[in-house]
């Protein structure tokens, strides 16, 4: 699995921006009040990160030899997954609350106290989902074993201890 790159957080940002400055600019020019997230959408982007880094935490443990547990490779990669999705979803909602927030700054009338409190949240928390989705996703890399470079080299089929590896091409 390759790791999550800038260009897709970018990417992602931008498209999340885009679409929260037109939904605010439709609603409106519709005669509809502007899109307030709902305040618990924060809480519940940094309940996600926080929920990332404690699932991703075992996995360091085993992989760092900190902890006698056995490293499972399927809960491993749908961790990392879990983290990947969760950085590029927090890069998404903190651009539609960076849009929302271009939306309001650009308006002649001051909007309320509450409205900026939410979509700065938002933003912010997104942020920090991003931060928590690639620091999750850090945790559960593995460090490159010596025999990576050569495949097969040091393994003995006769040896029960030792699980059948498949290489690719």
């Given at each position: 699995m390759k790791r999550t790159g800038a260009g897709v957080l970018i990417v992602a940002a931008v498209l999340g921006v885009a679409a929260g400055?037109?939904?605010?600019?439709?609603?409106?020019?519709?005669g509809r009040s502007t899109f307030t997230p709902a305040v618990t959408l924060p809480i519940l982007l940094l309940l996600l990160g926080v929920i990332v880094i404690v699932l991703a935490l075992p996995i360091r443990r085993?992989?760092?030899?900190?902890?006698?547990?056995?490293?499972?490779?399927f809960r491993a990669l749908r961790i990392a997954m879990l983290a990947k999705a969760s950085s590029i979803v927090g890069a998404a909602i903190g651009g539609l609350g960076g849009?929302?927030?271009?939306?309001?700054?650009?308006?002649p009338v001051t909007p309320s106290i509450g409205s900026w409190g939410t979509v700065i949240a938002t933003t912010v928390c997104g942020a920090v989902l991003v931060a928590a989705g690639l620091v999750a996703e850090?945790?559960?890399?593995?460090?490159?074993?010596?025999?990576?470079?050569?495949?097969?080299?040091?393994?003995?089929?006769?040896?029960?201890?030792?699980?059948?590896?498949i290489h690719g091409h």
């Open positions: 400055f037109l939904v605010d600019q439709m609603l409106t020019s519709a085993a992989t760092r030899g900190t902890s006698t547990a056995a490293v499972n490779p849009g929302l927030w271009i939306f309001l700054a650009t308006r850090h945790l559960c890399t593995i460090r490159k074993d010596d025999d990576d470079e050569q495949p097969g080299a040091g393994d003995d089929p006769g040896d029960p201890g030792l699980e059948p590896r």
